[in-house]
């Protein structure tokens, strides 16, 4: 590989790395508004405002996007979220 190659491989791994990826959190029947709205307090530094309106947003849409980021940003809040037991995604 000459050295133009090795530039634009590691021009495309830092443009994949810094594309904005979506947070999206999942509605279920078994979660309450509540326990959803501090999860999103704890883990994504949402207001009470903020969260609340996502609540709601996943409990009538059936899934929100809840924070906007890099995936190695997301990619822990989402695991965070996976492990109080609500269903999320990085997308």
């Not at 509605?27 to 309106?53: P, R, Y």
């Not at 947003?57 to 990619?75: M, N, Q």
């Amino acid at each position: 590989m000459n050295y133009q190659e090795e530039e634009a491989v590691e021009l495309l791994e830092v443009a994949v790395e810094d594309d904005l990826c979506d947070l999206v959190v999942f509605n279920d029947d078994v979660n309450t508004f509540e326990h959803v709205s501090n999860i999103l307090i704890k883990v994504c530094k949402h207001s009470s405002e903020q969260a609340e309106q996502c609540t709601l947003l996943i409990h009538y849409k059936g899934k929100c996007t809840v924070k906007t980021g890099s995936f190695t940003e997301l990619r822990p809040m989402c695991e965070n979220i996976l492990a109080a037991g609500i269903t999320a995604t990085v997308m």
